[in-house]
């Protein structure tokens, strides 16, 4: 075997067995959590490389790279998702062309990605992206603004609102993230009371936190550096 191979394989599988144990020890159920292997920045080799040992779900964060990437790989059958800040401007490249969007976080996005899907007579599933620390500089609709967003989704034909994601502020450590995590589910919980409506994903956890947001209900995290090694910045 190649050595970049073996360690994808090795890094791929303590992160699966991670993630089973978290579960566990949350009383949860591991096939409750998917793994989003995010890809971006790595070569489409190493993608083909996790999908040879049986992965599907790869995530990508900048629309130029993914795009290119998807069609390098189109024989495969790959589940892409788009979990990046995503501009107005390059809406129509995303919608019809990812299993599902994470980071939907304005109406005037929706609005577009909606557009798209009606025009190409698809489904597009989305998240609400939320930006529950309150940070100025950082992409994700307000907790004040949520219900409202959610309400306008629902009224799009093209789009099928899934659940919840939030990126929290970086600490590098599981504990910090924990109470963002908390009151994403609480977000998430209120929701689907006010609204009348079922949200099955909550898509929180990354390389340093996604232990503690297995334990807070994430059904999907993104996991980038602890499989694939850090990405040149
Ligand atoms: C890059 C990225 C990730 C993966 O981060 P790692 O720390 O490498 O696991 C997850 N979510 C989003 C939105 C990202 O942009």
Redesign the pocket.
């Known amino acids: 075997m190649e050595n970049r191979e073996k360690e994808l394989l090795r890094n791929y599988g303590e992160v699966k067995s991670e993630i089973d144990r978290a579960a566990e020890k949350a009383g949860r159920k591991p096939d409750e959590i998917q793994l ?1 292997a ?1 890809s ?1 920045f790595h070569p489409a080799s190493d993608v083909e490389i996790l999908f040879k040992a049986g992965h599907r779900v790869f ?1 990508e ?1 900048y629309v130029q790279e993914a795009v290119a990437k998807s069609e390098e790989l189109s024989a495969l059958d790959i589940e892409w998702h788009f ?3 995503l501009q107005s401007k390059k809406a129509k490249y995303v919608a019809g062309n990812f299993s599902l969007v ?2 939907v976080d304005s109406s005037k996005l929706a609005g577009l990605l909606n557009k798209k899907a009606v025009a190409l007579g698809v489904k597009q599933n989305i998240l609400l ?1 939320v930006n529950s620390a309150g940070e100025e500089q950082k992409s994700g609709v307000s907790e004040k603004m949520l219900q409202n967003l959610a309400e306008e989704v629902m009224e799009f034909e093209g789009l099928e609102l899934q659940g919840l ?1 939030c ?1 929290p502020p970086f600490f590098g450590d599981s504990e910090s993230s924990r109470p963002y995590f908390r009151r994403l589910r609480e977000l998430k919980e209120k929701l689907e009371k006010d609204l009348g409506i079922s949200l099955p994903h909550l ?1 929180m956890g ?3 936190d ?1 232990v503690s947001a297995i334990e807070e209900g994430a059904t999907m995290v ?7 090694g850090k ?1 040149p910045v």
Do not use: A, E
């Open positions: 989003v995010v971006k995530g964060s979990i990046g800040g994470h980071s992206q994601m990126l898509s990354m390389t340093d996604y993104r996991i980038g550096t602890r499989i694939f990405r």
